[in-house]
T-cell receptor, first 112, second 116 residues
């Protein structure tokens, strides 16, 4: 059974810092990996999707990498802003295009 | 274009009653997913539709839970004889699955279910 772990569980940084969120998964036979953000009381917003054949994806200040063989992904946020404060979730899709298995998330607070 | 929509946004029901939750996916998305988010449990998968068929129902927690999808579009999640442990936010997502690839899942805002 796939298990996804995110470290750290919470992170507090001052505005302007670059930061890295970590995600690890136990079964490397994945189709893709997706990073989301969730604001309090809201749904999930997709940030980046990395297909299993890809090594990284970039969108603006965000960069996600995937090392399938070691079961790891990182989300790099450059020049953090208070508006980046949210919970960041990592999810992997295994066989059959069905289940996304989610980590518990990293709660990020960026203070001005 | 419009995103995934869900209704109602909030539902309070008494224990033992049946509830129906609705999801309208993004137009053209062939795949539709239901998830549940509970305090302390994180996000858990419930069921997956490809078109109108559900090849993966493995996440449904009991036979009180059922779901259907019609016309390759709208889906309804039904919970019969609700219990307090069913209280959670129910999230729906849709995506395009084509050419042997699964694309991004886009989530709706969720339905917050409270069973009293």
């Amino acid at each position: 059974k796939q298990e996804v772990t995110q470290i750290p569980a919470a992170l507090s940084v001052p505005e302007g810092e670059n930061l890295v969120l970590n995600c690890s998964f136990t079964d490397s036979a994945i189709y893709n990996l997706q990073w989301f953000r969730q604001d309090p009381g809201k749904g999930l917003t997709s940030l980046l999707l990395i297909q299993s054949s890809q090594r990284e994806q970039t969108s603006g200040r965000l960069n996600a990498s995937l090392d399938k063989s070691s079961g790891r992904s990182t989300l790099y946020i450059a020049a953090s802003q208070p508006g980046d404060s949210a919970t960041y979730l990592c999810a992997v899709m295994n066989s059959g295009y069905s289940t996304l298995t989610f980590g518990k998330g990293t709660m990020l607070l960026v203070s001005p | 274009g419009a995103g995934v929509s869900q209704s109602p946004s909030n539902k309070v029901t008494e224990k033992g009653k049946d509830v129906e939750l609705r999801c309208d996916p993004i137009s053209g998305h062939t795949a539709l997913y239901w998830y549940r988010q509970s305090l302390g449990q994180g996000l858990e998968f419930l069921i997956y539709f490809q078109g109108n068929s559900a090849p993966d129902k493995s996440g449904l927690p009991s036979d009180r839970f059922s779901a259907e999808r019609t016309g390759g579009s709208v889906s309804t999640l039904t919970i019969q004889r609700t219990q307090q442990e069913d209280s959670a936010v129910y999230l729906c997502a849709s995506s395009l699955v084509a050419g042997g690839m699964a694309y991004e899942q886009y989530f709706g805002p969720g339905t917050r279910l409270t069973v009293t």
